[in-house]
């Protein structure tokens, strides 16, 4: 049982290049997060999904796009990255509602 | 958006001793949680608290939920090396089904042998 997994990471881009972030569940939860984690701020939701087939805009939505692939996978997309996109990204899943919410190991990113 | 505040920033201490660290809330939660978060990892709950004035241990942690509704402590006894780490501490609010969780900045607490 391997929880909440994430590819890749490490990652470094130049400005302008683009990539996604991949992120799966293997506990059959129905929610699933996105957050970033800068120095000192704690960790910011960016997107989640409450349940197959939905999307929703946390904190900081800016610059990112996310997809609910199935029940297991959700992905988050930087079109153009920018260095204010460097940061350690989470992925977290939960059952739904006020369950508790389970972390990935994170990706780190450096954008150039 | 809603802010957590959390201190203090960061505590050194001797092991064997004990610590004290909460959070304030300009916003009153529905749940309070902390999440401990060692180099390299994604944060782990410690401890979650559902109701205003709870008080809830889990071997040397303990964590109170604030009677108002916008602050909450977490305590650990007699420290060990193995304590250090960050410690987050986050609300879940009444909006959007309780999904959003909002993170305070953390407490990163050293541990001297």
């Known amino acids: 049982n391997a929880g909440v997994t994430q590819t890749p990471k490490f990652q470094v881009l130049k400005t302008g290049q683009s990539m996604t972030l991949q992120c799966a569940q293997d506990?059959?939860?129905?929610?699933m997060y996105w957050y970033r984690q800068d120095p000192g701020m704690g960790l910011r939701l960016i997107y989640y999904s409450a349940s197959e087939g939905t999307t929703d805009k946390g904190e900081v939505p800016n610059g990112y796009n996310v997809s609910r692939l199935n029940k297991r996978e959700f992905s988050l997309r930087l079109e153009s990255a920018a260095p204010s996109q460097t940061s350690v990204y989470f992925c977290?899943?939960?059952?739904?509602?006020?369950?508790?919410?389970?972390f990935g190991p994170g990706t780190r990113l450096l954008v150039l | 958006g809603q802010q957590l505040n959390q201190s203090p920033q960061s505590m050194f201490i001797q092991e064997g001793e004990d610590v004290s660290m909460n959070c304030t809330s300009s916003s009153i939660f529905n749940t309070w949680l902390w999440y401990k978060q060692e180099p390299g990892e994604g944060p782990v709950l410690l401890i979650a608290?559902?109701?205003?004035?709870e008080l809830t241990s889990n071997g040397r942690l303990t964590a109170q939920f604030g009677i108002t509704r916008k602050d909450s402590f977490l305590n650990i006894s007699a420290s060990i090396p193995s304590d250090v780490g960050i410690y987050f501490c986050a609300g879940q609010g009444f909006d959007n089904a309780g999904n959003m969780l909002t993170f305070g900045g953390g407490t990163r607490l050293m541990v001297k042998p």
């Open positions: 506990m059959n939860h129905n929610s």
């Open positions: 608290l559902y109701k205003a004035g």
């Open positions: 977290a899943s939960s059952r739904g509602g006020q369950e508790t919410q389970y």
